[in-house]
T-cell receptor
């Protein structure tokens, strides 16, 4: 399968714990995006990378959130000291950007976080 | 503030009926996409429109991009229960690089 893969698919944690999600994009894609989606809402942009550079971060991304894409391939999203309000589906997407053309986004199946 | 406003947010109709979902903004978009999302899954791209006034058809689905590239619509003809799902419009604002989503339209087609 050469699509976007995310791990884990589901994570249940207690408030105050740290969690990390991993995303493996489509191999030839240079852009990688993280979104958060709560029940009944559309995805909200969190951050995106072009290769290993993090080019934009949403104000939604508090200092408890950090994302990395160290070698320009897979990415991790870490949430420290989780709060119940962090419960959501975390979606990763990748695209092939050519020049100023962002390209079409291909989404993974998401990582669902439940904070108790 | 939602950059892309979708309406209606919920729609429940009978099989065989037609429907239209709207996606509106005050911003100009360089491209606009429509996605469908099933529960517990990521969104799946249906179509991308890039030219003002563009119309694209995908079987019983017709997508239109407004002339000013600020709005779009999705029309479904003779809806079927298999069309049930969350429909999301998403666009790239002119000059920007990130894709922003509307809040979605949850569509239920009753047999």
């Amino acid at each position: 399968d050469t699509g976007v893969s995310q791990d884990p698919r589901h994570k249940i944690t207690k408030r105050g714990q740290n969690v990390t999600f991993r995303c493996d994009p489509i191999s030839e894609h240079n852009r990688l995006y993280w979104y958060r989606q709560t029940l009944g809402q559309g995805p909200e942009f969190l951050t995106y990378f072009q290769n290993e550079a993090q080019l934009e971060k949403s104000r939604l991304l508090s200092d408890r959130f950090s994302a990395e894409r160290p070698k320009g391939s897979f990415s991790t999203l870490e949430i420290q000291r989780t709060e119940q309000g962090d419960s959501a589906m975390y979606l990763c997407a990748s695209s092939l950007a050519i020049g100023s053309n962002t390209g079409e986004l291909f989404f993974g199946e998401g990582s669902r976080l439940t904070v108790l | 503030t939602q950059l892309l406003e979708q309406s209606p947010q919920f729609l429940s109709i009978q099989e065989g009926e037609n429907l239209t979902v709207y996606c509106n903004s005050s911003s100009v978009f360089s491209s606009l996409q429509w996605y469908r999302q099933e529960p517990g899954e990521g969104p799946v791209l249906l179509v991308t429109v890039v030219t003002g006034g563009e119309v694209k058809k995908l079987k019983r689905l017709t997508f239109q991009f407004g002339d000013a590239r600020k709005d779009s619509s999705l029309h479904i003809t003779a809806a079927q229960p298999g069309d049930t799902g969350l429909y999301l419009c998403a666009g790239i604002i002119q000059g920007a690089q990130k894709l922003v989503f509307g809040q979605g339209t949850r569509l239920t087609i009753n047999p």
